[in-house]
Every structure is written in C-alpha cells, then in structure tokens.
Nanobody, 114 residues
Framework: QVQLVESGGGLVQAGGSLRLSCAAS????????MGWYRQVPGKQRELVAVNLGGRIHYGESMEGRFTISGDYAQGTSRLQMNRLSLDDTGIYYC?????????WGQGTQVTVSS
C-alpha cells in the first residue's frame, strides 16, 4: 500500500511564502505523475500544480507564484508558494498517479492572514 505524507503547511501573512513537501512510502515502483490540489472553503477541489510525466501544469492564478519541483517518478514533490493571498487559504493535498489509480495524502492546512 502506498502512502503520501505532506508537511510544511501553516499560518503566513499575505504576501509571504510557504513551502510544502510530499513524500511517498510503501510498495510502489514508479509514479506517472505527482502534484498538488487544494480544497478552498466553498469550492471544489482544484488543481494547484502537477508534474505529469515531465510536463508541468499550474492551476489558474498559480502560475508565476507557485513552483513545483521534486522527483515525481520516485515519489517526492515540493511546492514553493510565493506572494500568498487570502484566497490561497485552504487544505492542500498531495496526489500521485500510478497508472489509472490515484493516491492522496491526508492534506495540510495553509492559512493566509491579512
């Protein structure tokens, strides 16, 4: 069984930065993609950033402020978030894809204050 563990969430003032990390453990060979999604209050879960087989995609409003890095195939991912705004408050989930299957982390809270 594969597990993803996120770390690095917390409280930050608007305009500040945070870095999230995700590490996979368990029995797996190779991921096809790893990325980050977030659940903002009152909205559906949305894409933040994903490394899909070497191709990187960002969600709307994230590009230019957020940067995803890490070795997606080996199960590590980091998300550098800069110029955070109040709208970025939410629970951030790490996601990994193994073939047709999705694996989710437990989520880490990011709170941006004014």
């Amino acid at each position: 069984q594969v597990q993803l563990v996120e770390s690095g969430g917390g409280l930050v003032q608007a305009g500040g930065s945070l870095r999230l990390s995700c590490a996979a453990s368990g029995n797996y060979n190779r991921f096809h993609a790893m990325g980050w999604y977030r659940q903002v209050p009152g909205k559906q879960r949305e894409l933040v950033a994903v490394n899909l087989g070497g191709r990187i995609h960002y969600g709307e409003s994230m590009e230019g402020r957020f940067t995803i890095s890490g070795d997606y195939a080996q199960g590590t991912s980091r998300l550098q978030m800069n110029r955070l705004s109040l709208d970025d408050t939410g629970i951030y989930y790490c996601n990994a894809k193994i073939g047709p299957n999705n694996v989710w982390g437990q989520g880490t809270q990011v709170t941006v204050s004014s």
